[in-house]
């Protein structure tokens, strides 16, 4: 009888740790995907905003690009304060 008890009680420790275990890593895996989208957003807004800087011949070459990084720069510090 009390080998019973003690096998149902480990068994019931290992469920709750596995599950625990698993539902942290879908946290983790739904916090990658958010940053990776915001990532994916940003790339469409840097494309944009040197279009509409080389479309409003506002700056050379050079300056357009450097604001594309500068918008990409800022959406990879988004992306890393939403993973981390």
Same mark, same amino acid.
């Given at each position: ?30 916090? $990658? ?20 800087? $080389? ?9 357009? $690009?450097?604001?594309? $990084? ?15």
């Amino acid at each position: 009888m009390r080998t019973q008890r003690t096998f149902g009680w480990i068994a019931m420790i290992v469920l709750l740790l596995v599950n625990g275990a698993s539902w942290a890593a879908t946290e983790r895996a739904d916090k $990658r995907r958010e940053a990776r989208d915001t990532r994916q957003e940003t790339r469409q807004d840097a494309r944009t905003t040197k279009q509409d800087c $080389r479309a409003a011949d506002a700056k050379s070459n050079p300056g357009c $690009r450097q604001d594309k $990084r500068h918008t990409k720069q800022e959406g990879r510090q988004k992306a890393r304060d939403i993973k981390y």
